[in-house]
């Protein structure tokens, strides 16, 4: 009888194990600089597992952190990062946010979760229509980013004339957390693009509205705040046949300073991008243990960006300085003559 009893605990210990592990799916990956806390469907900022204690407010809760500053950007307060997916004219699709549709997210079936510690895939399924992969795994060409690899399948058996996706996250930078500073850049180009703010507190729902907060903060602008804000943006990747797949990368990271964070983002080609600066230090040096932390996308129809932009207004008075300059020149060589 003892050892019935024995062999029942253990299998009763092994079945609460098993259905622990289904339950956590979710995983916290590095590559060593930065450090991802990545959800079941895909989104962010998992409850479960738990990470390191973060250096200001230490949360254990991972979202996005820079492993040489430890601060965490993502996860304190609401945990509000996440995606959806749809298909235009219809009511067909699924999203996934932690701050309200928990880890399994509203209209999407599971297929798998797979992770290592460096990569993490989701799979999901909205219906009979859609199969979503987000692919996780440290970008190959610098240190200072995650490419995540999206995939979306057209399963409906039928022609889909507009495809959505949302990617909605908000900015909680330490040492400053709910105070920092966001840019948003290359959504001008970028043909993908419908809609663009600082809203990270929006419903990840395509379907859903989602107005900026403060009624200029569309498109793109620079070192807006300091308060406490994020990003929202809205695709319309257009037609994809029955059968075919579409695909575009999305990347999370960080670096000390802003010029290593948009370094980072041209290395991978992303197109569009957000950075999030604390407010102490909103010209993005590193200074007062801050850094920069960045998140980019690349396939949506823009053109790479440039690291370090002379912008018009400042390169059209070095250029007339240059031709006084040589008009100067000319005068002091005809004087001497």
Partial sequence: ???????????????TLTAATAASAAAIITNGTITLGVDDSGQLNPRSPLGTP????????????????????????????????GIGGTAIGGFANNDDTGAAGVGLTPVSFTSTATTATSVVRVGSSLEVTHAFAPAMETPNLYRVTVSITNTSGADIANLLYRRTFDWDVEPTTFSEFVTIGGTAAA?????????????????????????????????????????????????????ATFTFEIFYGAALTERGALGALAAVGAEVFSLGQCSRDREGTGAGGCNTFAFGFRGVGGRPIDPDPIPVPAALPLFLAGLGGFGALRRMKKKAA
């Fill in 1 to 15: 009888m003892r050892s019935m009893k024995i062999l029942a605990a253990s299998l009763l210990g092994v079945a």
């Fill in 54 to 85: 973060s250096p200001v407010t230490g949360t254990r809760i991972v979202g996005l952190r820079f492993n040489e500053t430890g601060n965490e950007a993502t996860s304190h307060g609401c945990l509000c990062e996440g995606w959806g997916v």
């Fill in 191 to 243: 043909t993908a693009v419908t809609a663009a703010n600082n809203n990270g507190f929006c419903s990840s729902s395509v379907f859903a509205g989602c107005a900026p907060i403060g009624a200029a903060n569309t498109g793109d602008f620079t070192d807006v705040g300091a308060f406490d804000h994020g990003s929202n943006f809205d695709f319309n990747f257009g037609a994809l046949a029955d059968g």
